[in-house]
């Protein structure tokens, strides 16, 4: 096989390690995406690795968790992919037992939540951590504070301002504050190592940047609409803003600035999708009726094939950090914290997942253009410089000048015997 990349970017191929598949979400709904859809869709966007969420039922054995949801995977992922085991019932039988076992399979990370109705009390994230610490595991939390959102939402609706732009003030900035605070401490207080979720807020990224300075064994990451939208995305004729509802919500213009400024000196690790797709109908968005309030719409939006061609965009064409910075957020960092020991650099002995970026090709997103089952792209009129033109899957060509080329079913699940990284004062 032979590529002509004379005056392209030649780049490792990307890593998402957050993005939401052929799941239930915490509000009892499916994700619109199996894995064949939204693979394909990684794949257009140059992504060939991704960990999405083996998540935990009600009353769900762990062991029957992960495998029910590697079933699915194996029959329609059609890049590579590992899991995120999310704890939501720590009474079930089993429990410890299981994610013992499931660790020392190669599961090496965990999700928790501090909200929604699948959130775990403080006695029960402390057991967490410390059974991650004794097994080698990074644990991952979505930090929100519970209380503060219910009445902040309480609030909202009983004022009946309930329509999507309300969306971003039912979840407060001081919600993920308290949190994101409150975890870190956790992971000092435990010496276990933490990646904190979708950061979007000065505060909560200099929070992390506080922990760090005390070396606690803390990482964080962020996504792309903190980064290139603001709260005013919801803000649109009837429920139309509903297609740009995801929690935490966006934030404002110096949320954004504050975000890059520690993406770039290192505080922020990496730059996840947080792909959470939801059709704009009955199924997804509207299920629960034709004039649902912001309380009964479902969180999250499509990002999985958009990701890297924002970041190429801002960070290469425009020069918010140079290549090697791109390179590092959304491949090798990803790669070497979740320890994806076969990913995330293009060097001999690893998997040949490489992809070639045409630097000159201009692209204006569409409103239904993307890959996926989301019928709509929250991009859409949002011009980039920096385009996929080649993806290649451990050294077999997966994409083509626009022409995807998988099968599904020929996605590889990646074992993380051990994770690759571990911070200082981790004791082994």
């Known amino acids: 096989m032979q590529i002509a990349a004379q005056g392209k970017w030649v780049m490792p191929g990307g890593v998402d390690p957050h993005a939401h598949i052929e799941q239930m979400s915490g509000m009892g709904q499916w994700n619109a995406d199996t894995f064949e859809t939204a693979t394909k869709s990684a794949a257009m966007g140059g992504t060939t690795s991704v960990i999405s969420f083996a998540a935990q039922a009600n009353g769900q054995t762990l062991s029957d968790t992960v495998s029910d949801y590697a079933a699915r995977a194996s029959r329609g992922a059609m890049i590579d992919y590992a899991f995120h085991i999310t704890l939501t019932d720590t009474s079930v039988a089993g429990f410890d037992d299981d994610l013992v076992e499931l ?15 699948i959130q775990l009390n403080d006695a029960q994230l402390l057991r967490i951590f410390q059974k991650a610490r004794e097994c080698g595991a990074l644990l991952c939390v979505h930090a929100e504070n519970d209380a503060i959102i219910s009445q902040a939402r309480d609030q909202l609706i009983s004022a009946g301002q309930t329509s999507p732009k309300d969306h971003a003030r039912s979840r407060p900035k001081m919600a993920e504050i308290e949190a994101v605070e409150r975890i870190c401490r956790f992971a000092e207080y435990v010496d276990q190592p933490v990646m904190m979720f979708h950061i979007s807020t000065q505060e909560g990224a200099a929070a992390v940047q506080a922990a760090q300075a005390r070396s606690a064994p803390v990482w964080a990451e962020t996504c792309p609409h903190y980064l290139f939208m603001t709260e005013t995305v919801l803000d649109k004729p009837g429920l139309e803003g509903a297609k740009w509802m995801c929690s935490p919500p966006q934030r404002s213009k110096t949320d954004q600035d504050a975000l890059w400024t520690a993406l770039l000196n290192g505080t922020l690790s990496l730059v996840s ?87 000159e090709k201009t692209v204006t997103y569409e409103a239904n253009d993307l890959h996926d089952n989301v019928g709509y792209n929250p991009w859409e009129g949002h011009r980039v410089t920096g385009w996929p033109e080649h993806v290649i899957l451990r050294g077999t060509p997966l994409v083509e000048n626009g022409n995807f080329l998988g099968q599904p079913g020929s996605g590889q699940w990646i074992d993380r015997p051990e994770l690759a990284t571990r911070p200082k004062g981790y004791a082994e």
Do not use: C
């Not at 660790?103 to 929604?116: C, E, N, P, Q």
């Open 103 to 117: 660790i020392d399979a190669g599961h090496r990370s965990l999700k928790v939540f501090t909200t929604y109705n």
């Open 273 to 359: 999708s947080d792909h959470a797709p939801y059709r704009f109908d009955e199924t997804g968005k509207l299920s629960a009726g034709p004039n649902p309030g912001f309380h009964q719409i479902a969180n999250g939006l499509p990002g999985l094939e958009t990701r890297l061609p924002l970041l190429f965009n801002a960070m290469v064409t425009e020069g918010r950090g140079g290549p090697e910075a791109f390179a590092q957020l959304t491949s090798h960092a990803p790669a070497t914290l979740y320890g994806l020991k076969n990913k995330g650099a293009i060097a001999e002995g690893l998997d040949a997942d490489i992809v070639v970026w045409d630097p």
